[in-house]
């Protein structure tokens, strides 16, 4: 079965700083998607970033990208230049290609510090 | 833009009562989702529909049942609330197929049952 492990329940980090968030999946497929997800307090969850796993190149955007080495099977994100409102819960997410189900880690709890 | 609704923000109900989750979606998403989510636990999958009137449980249906009878619309149903179903439902749509690299999420109702 697919597991996503998010293995930092919090973070804390200074504004203006640079910050990554962890995350492993275990998979045997060899075709799949890989996300981060952003919920805001109080607000509704939104897609941050998305990597498909047969593309080598690292997804970003904006200040957002992605470190995702596939043999290690591990998928980190990273934020730059952080943003009072970049405080949020992000979830590390897995879809398999052959299914429109996705699997969501248990959460990374972001804190931005003035 | 994508619109996800959620028929109430906040709702409190009694034990043993029947609880009525509505989730509206406005773009002609094949794919609708019902998600509870706990701290610590992540996001967890209660029903899946993929077309009107078809479902699929997901990883905790027990003690729910859904609804699709169009196309646009997805209930989720506590035949009979309990308080450990206390919880954040998060209601999702997606495109199918090749299309369905992304959810959208509502903004969620917050259940307390007392």
């Known amino acids: 079965a697919q597991t996503v492990t998010q293995s930092q329940p919090e973070m804390s980090v200074q504004e203006a700083e640079t910050v990554t968030l962890s995350c492993t999946y275990d998979t045997s497929e060899s075709d799949y998607y890989l996300f981060w997800y952003k919920q805001p307090p109080s607000r509704q969850m939104i897609l941050v970033i998305r990597?498909?796993?047969?593309?080598?190149q690292n997804a970003t955007e904006n200040r957002f990208s992605v470190n995702f080495q596939k043999a290690a099977k591990s998928f980190s994100l990273k934020i730059s230049d952080s943003q009072l409102g970049d405080a949020a819960m992000y979830f590390c997410a897995y879809r398999m290609n052959r299914d429109d189900k996705i699997i969501f880690g248990k959460g990374t709890r972001l804190h931005i510090l003035p | 833009d994508v619109k996800v609704t959620q028929s109430s923000r906040y709702l409190v109900k009694r034990t043993g009562e029947k609880v009525f989750l509505e989730c509206v979606q406005d773009?002609?998403?094949?794919?609708m989702f019902w998600y509870r989510q706990d701290p610590g636990l992540g996001l967890r999958l209660i029903y899946f529909?993929?077309?009107?009137?078809?479902?699929e449980k997901g990883d905790i249906p027990e003690g729910y049942s859904v609804s699709r009878e169009k196309k646009e619309r997805f209930s989720l149903i506590l035949e009979s609330a309990s308080t450990n179903q206390t919880s954040m439902y998060l209601c999702?749509?997606?495109?199918?197929?090749?299309?369905?690299?992304?959810?959208?999420f509502g903004p969620g109702t917050r259940l307390t049952v007392t």
């Open positions: 990597q498909e796993a047969y593309k080598q």
């Open positions: 529909s993929y077309d009107v009137k078809m479902k």
């Open positions: 999702a749509s997606s495109p199918s197929g090749a299309l369905a690299y992304e959810q959208y």
């Open positions: 773009m002609d998403h094949e794919n």
